[in-house]
DNA sequence: GGGTACATGTAACTCGTTACATGATTCC
DNA sequence: GGAATCATGTAACGAGTTACATGTACCC
């Protein structure tokens, strides 16, 4: 499928940058949500982009000698990133959760281990939601405008925060159960 | 993490199955929602397992002289599966979902565009909860007993019908946003 | 001078998917 | 006899993580 591909040409589609900086731009607040790679993974890419056509870069000199280089799409990589956004595809596979998978293996465990378990799994999708939260709450006072990038952040956060609040109803969906027992 | 070396002692651990049969349960409607492998990566996983003597087997012949290899958990395998199973691990890292980034990218497509893709992911998200609460309705009259193993399957599935009307809600709050404009 | 951030790469390894490859059993 | 299912494996490739490796620029 190449999505990561996909996720460079698109950040490349805003405007002209470094690895670097697309690497930064998978450690953002917003993308890191639903998209990552380390830098180990983005410069070959790019390299690859290159000899592919989609992409050229300028070689930028910071300071005394600090080379970087400056990538941009080429118009092929354009349609192509574009061909890619619209394409009508299929939902991706279920992801894999391993703590759902000690949860489907739970009767194998003592009520008061799989417990603990749970109260950590609280713990922790709780300070992510209120991370979430905090971040939505000091970076938008409304809605931002349909058309600029940052409803683009606002929405995949809200569905962040969405899948967080999901998780935890279901935690405790789950710890009622167990503890309805005796 | 090895975390299918996991999956499989764990289904294992509820008795003796062959290679077959645990590919068959990575299909399971409840498995299926949150964990998965093909037979390439089972056979070669249950081999290493042998080689580090978690597992043993049995050839049995079923018929005139097909060889299966049934698998059942040692001493060993046993008690390293209960020590993953209890280990307080860290939330995986948020999953990778493409139509999140295309929501990301939004700005680069028409407002149609965006729309179409939209009610298509409505339609294969909806027809996922309705299958799933379709099996929990079947299957399940009552919530099974703590300490079963269907209690298990009835909590993922559960977890997995909350997952889909999240992510249903979402899809919906961002056709509201993205219409609400002119 | 030292620490942090900027900047770019490669290597080794694990994990996961699709395709290749083969053969037996069961049921219609 | 044919189709679906049972049964087991390997090969090639793509995706992702951790570690190795190097050097510059900027700020205090």
């Known amino acids: 499928m190449r999505t990561l591909k996909y996720a460079i040409l698109g950040l490349l589609?805003?405007?002209?940058?470094?690895?670097?900086?697309?690497?930064?731009?998978?450690?953002?607040?917003?993308?890191?949500?639903?998209?990552?790679?380390?830098?180990?993974?983005?410069?070959?890419?790019?390299a690859k982009l290159v000899k592919e056509g989609l992409l050229d870069y300028e070689t930028v000199i910071t300071g005394e000698k600090l080379e970087k280089k400056l990538y941009r799409l080429t118009?092929?990589?354009?349609?192509d990133f574009h061909d890619w956004l619209i394409f009508d595809a299929e939902v991706d596979r279920t992801p894999k959760d391993t703590f759902r998978l000690r949860t489907y293996f739970y009767d194998s465990m003592d009520k008061e281990e799989y417990l603990e378990l749970i109260q950590s799994q609280l713990v922790q999708h709780k300070e992510r939601r209120d991370?979430?939260?905090?971040?939505?709450?000091?970076?938008?006072?409304?809605?931002?405008?349909?058309?600029?990038?940052?409803?683009?952040?606002?929405?995949?956060?809200?569905?962040a925060i969405k899948r967080e609040v999901a998780y935890i109803d279901w935690l405790n969906n789950c710890k009622e159960i167990i503890n309805m027992s005796e």
Request: aromatic share 14%.
């Open 13 to 46: 589609n805003r405007g002209p940058m470094t690895g670097y900086d697309i690497k930064k731009a998978f450690d953002d607040r917003a993308l890191y949500n639903f998209w990552h790679a380390e830098h180990s993974q983005v410069y070959p890419e790019l």
């Open 75 to 79: 118009e092929k990589g354009a349609k």
């Open 131 to 159: 991370y979430l939260r905090e971040i939505v709450f000091s970076a938008f006072k409304t809605i931002p405008d349909v058309g600029t990038p940052e409803l683009g952040d606002y929405l995949v956060l809200d569905g």
